[in-house]
């Protein structure tokens, strides 16, 4: 299986920037990147997606390793709302994708 | 707007019950899936379909079944409840397989089975 490796907490400022690391040390070369998040009493959403180059969104921008092996997601500027679950993701081709735990981000008025 | 809607958000039955949950979704998507979440262990898959009346096995299909009859529906049952099925259970839709195709999932039913 495809795991993923996060922290299961952290805290950020208000209107700092946030970087929730991610280690996928198993990835294959055909494994894609998802980050979702989960808010309170949600289901999850989905936030961003990489293969192996940076990507933006309006949501949020993906860091990833050269050798792929880790990635971070990066939060510009947390907001009381951006408080959630945050999980990545290993996205094979097919249907399944491979659930962690999460990083629980609490931000800090 | 894109909407998946689960049929209860809270629920209680008892050991031994035929429990179903229902998930509806409206955007014409061909797969669809179930998971379950607990504290500690994540999502977890329960099973997925990629089309009317197909059905694959996701990580823990143990105990449960699911029905798809039509398209926009995504049923999933518990034929005999147990305490250890009480738990989130959350049904999520994506478009064709591909894999940067996002799932939507909907709110989540919370299942308590005493």
């Known amino acids: 299986d495809a795991k993923t490796t996060q922290p299961n907490s952290m805290e950020s400022n208000e209107e700092e920037p946030v970087h929730l690391p991610c280690n996928h040390s198993?990835?294959?070369?055909?494994?894609?990147i998802h980050w979702y998040r989960q808010l309170p009493s949600q289901g999850p959403e989905y936030v961003i997606h990489?293969?192996?180059s940076n990507v933006n969104n309006r949501m949020a921008s993906l860091a990833i390793a050269e050798d792929r092996k880790s990635s971070t997601l990066i939060l510009h500027r947390a907001t009381l709302r951006d408080a959630a679950v945050y999980y990545c993701i290993l996205r094979r081709t097919g249907n399944q994708f491979y659930f962690g735990t999460g990083t629980s981000l609490t931000v800090i008025p | 707007d894109v909407k998946v809607t689960q049929s209860s958000r809270y629920l209680v039955k008892r050991t031994g019950e035929k429990v179903f949950l229902e998930c509806v979704q409206d955007?014409?998507?061909?797969?669809m899936f179930w998971y379950r979440q607990d504290p500690g262990l994540g999502l977890r898959l329960i099973y997925f379909s990629y089309d009317v009346k197909m059905k694959e096995k996701g990580d823990i299909p143990e105990g449960y079944s699911v029905s798809r009859e039509k398209k926009e529906r995504f049923s999933l049952i518990l034929e005999s409840a147990s305490t250890n099925q009480t738990s989130m259970y959350l049904c999520a839709s994506s478009p064709l397989a591909g894999v940067y195709n996002e799932q939507f999932f909907g709110p989540g039913t919370r299942l308590t089975v005493l």
């Open positions: 198993t990835i294959s070369g055909t494994d894609y």
């Open positions: 990489g293969l192996t």
């Open positions: 955007m014409d998507h061909e797969n």
